[in-house]
């Protein structure tokens, strides 16, 4: 009776296992183990999607950067191009394209002379004479185009004596000079403007008033065009 009684219990223990089976403690921590390393994959793939933004982003700001400054660059070559052109433009004009002509003259007398009234100051000695408007042998300068011309010179008196000059253009004064002084050699100057016309003569002049003796190697006369001029 007893065996019969164990042997039934044995008997449905079995049937209860195979009908209704119990999940096993290893399936249900393999299958928590993995879905917690899911989790952790889509967080390193979450952070590392963040960073790619942000590297895009400011990629992205850089470029537009490079792009603002080669408009602004391009702006600027462009500005340069119309520019010359517009000098281009204006430098082929007969008016710009005109240059003033180089004339200029410095002479200077190496001997001492005596002279009388109204006699020419013939400075012998040429240092410049850029357009050859100047001549040693007659001591007077001629223009050769019409323009503004700035004339200077100094004559230097002798000793113990005094001398008035002037500067002549065509025959009229347009400057004097006083040179004298008391126990010493005197020296005078002076410079003006003029409008002249192309064939104008300029020359020194001994002046009544004074004395007669002009002493050399200081007293020089030099002029120049500043600018040339239509009339």
């Known amino acids: 009776m007893q065996m019969k009684v164990i042997l039934v219990c044995f008997v449905i223990g079995v049937c209860s296992a195979d009908k209704f089976p119990v999940p096993t403690r290893y399936n249900t921590w393999v299958a928590g183990t993995n879905n917690c390393s899911c989790s952790n994959q889509i967080d390193t793939l ?112 002798g000793y113990n004596t005094k001398v008035e000059t002037a500067i002549i253009v065509n025959d009229k004064e347009v400057g004097r000079m006083y040179s004298g002084a008391h126990d010493a050699h005197g020296s005078g100057s002076n410079g003006v403007i003029v409008n002249l016309q192309a064939g104008d003569s300029i020359w020194i002049r001994l002046l009544y008033q004074g004395g007669t003796h002009v002493h050399g190697f200081y007293t020089t006369f030099s002029g120049f065009l500043v600018n040339e001029r239509s009339t």
Request: proline share 4%; net charge neutral.
């Open 46 to 157: 979450n952070k590392d999607l963040q960073k790619e933004v942000a590297a895009r982003n400011e990629l992205k700001g850089t470029m537009e950067t490079y792009v603002s400054e080669l408009h602004a660059l391009q702006a600027i070559v462009n500005s340069i191009q119309n520019g010359t052109k517009d000098v281009k433009r204006v430098s082929s004009t007969p008016l710009q394209a005109k240059i003033t002509p180089e004339v200029s003259f410095s002479a200077k007398l190496s001997y001492n002379r005596e002279l009388q009234p109204l006699d020419t100051v013939v400075f012998d000695t040429i240092v410049t004479n850029n357009g050859d408007g100047y001549s040693s042998e007659t001591g007077k300068f001629t223009t050769p185009v019409t323009g503004t011309y700035f004339l200077f010179s100094t004559i230097l008196s």
